[in-house]
């Protein structure tokens, strides 16, 4: 079977905008200046709206530490650390971008899951 676009095929607005989103990696990405220029690019060539991407609250974005990781001392897992501070920066870089984020909740840090077997 063939098919031929000859150009006076009838025409409508695609509007479904819920696919106007592009998946990414993972959190982390959404720090780097490199990362930031692509979707802004990626929004102003191709009117991709929303970006989603995974890890938000993983151990990379360094929302939940243990003290112990800064200072290896006895007893020092007992105190955490948390911070959402990276988390809004990569939420700033993308509507720096110009771009909307889909937020995804996946991975949790460890120091906050209750079932440790996953």
């Known amino acids: 079977m063939t098919y031929v676009i000859?150009?006076?095929?009838?025409?409508?607005?695609f509007d479904r905008h819920?696919?106007?989103c592009?998946?990414?990696?993972?959190a982390p990405l959404a720090l780097r200046t490199d990362y930031v220029?692509?979707?802004?690019?990626?929004?102003?060539?191709?009117?991709i709206e929303?970006?989603?991407?995974?890890?938000?609250?993983?151990?990379?974005?360094k929302v939940v530490?243990?003290?112990k990781s800064y200072l290896p001392m006895p007893g020092m897992e007992k105190f955490r650390?948390?911070?959402f501070n990276q988390i809004g920066l990569a939420y700033d870089n993308v509507l720096s971008a110009g771009m909307r984020p889909l937020v995804e909740l996946s991975f949790m840090p460890a120091l906050f899951?209750?079932?440790k077997t996953c």
């Open 113 to 115: 899951a209750r079932n």
């Open 50 to 61: 929303r970006v989603r991407f995974h890890g938000i609250f993983d151990e990379d974005m």
């Open 18 to 20: 819920y696919q106007f």
């Open 37 to 47: 220029a692509q979707l802004k690019r990626v929004h102003e060539e191709l009117g």
């Open 6 to 13: 000859t150009g006076k095929e009838k025409r409508h607005i």
């Open 22 to 26: 592009v998946g990414s990696g993972h």
């Open 65 to 67: 530490l243990h003290l």
């Open 81 to 83: 650390d948390v911070s």
